[in-house]
T-cell receptor, first 111, second 114 residues
């Protein structure tokens, strides 16, 4: 039973356009959500997070939106750059514990 | 401040052998978690240690075990290796116990089982 789902295994976007990565979760106890970016042969690196008391958090080109009623969050990258090509993992936690990761979405930004 | 350090970075074993992987967390972090990443499977949670105690455990067989030492360093062991154990094993540390916590990952140990 996957508690965190990323239903798109891959996504291709043209450079300069918006990339939208989606994530759904089932456990209403999750109160903190994170996005990680992973390049091949490296560990995941933290990208951006959002607390359940907010519905939006922005950091430069990256914005995360949270819809608690739908148990859905999304990561927007605008404008997308070729260096953004990586696997993106959505993760959820409960009070800083029990981090659960989605299966990842491979983003390819085409020049 | 030094990041999460995992050793060895790469190793090759044969079926039936055992392997021990090591992880040194960020200084001050008391929680260490281990994840297995295989192609198409994302990050599968193995277990989490906090203050030398296993606090959470994923759905892996008993061949996978771990421990944490008093200095928060952690090791994981896989016995009787199978071909399917070939994966990238990632260690992550966190402060834990705070809502706005995040995991900091090491670069991983790439295990190949022949």
């Amino acid at each position: 039973d996957q508690q965190v789902k990323q239903n798109s295994p891959s996504l291709s976007v043209q450079e300069g356009r918006i990339s939208i990565l989606n994530c759904d979760y089932t456990n209403s106890m999750f109160d903190y959500f994170l996005w990680y970016k992973k390049y091949p042969a490296e560990g995941p690196t933290f990208l951006i997070s959002i607390s359940s008391i907010k519905d939006k958090n922005e950091d430069g080109r990256f914005t995360v939106f949270l819809n608690k009623s739908a148990k859905h969050l999304s990561l927007h990258i605008v404008p997308s750059q070729p260096g953004d090509s990586a696997v993106y993992f959505c993760a959820a936690s409960n009070y800083g514990q029990n981090f659960v990761f989605g299966p990842g979405t491979r983003l390819s930004v085409l020049p | 401040k030094a990041g999460v350090t995992q050793t060895p970075r790469y190793l090759i074993k044969t079926r039936g052998q055992q392997v021990t992987l090591s992880c040194s967390p960020i200084s001050g972090h008391r929680s260490v978690s281990w994840y297995q990443q295989t192609p198409g499977q994302g990050l599968q949670f193995l277990f989490e240690y906090f203050s030398e105690t296993q606090r959470n455990k994923g759905n892996f067989p008993g061949r996978f075990s771990g421990r944490q030492f008093s200095n928060s360093r952690s090791e994981m062991n896989v016995s009787t290796l199978e071909l399917g154990d070939s994966a990238l094993y990632l260690c992550a540390s966190s402060l834990a116990g705070t809502v706005a916590g995040e995991l900091f990952f090491g670069e991983g140990s790439r295990l190949t089982v022949l």
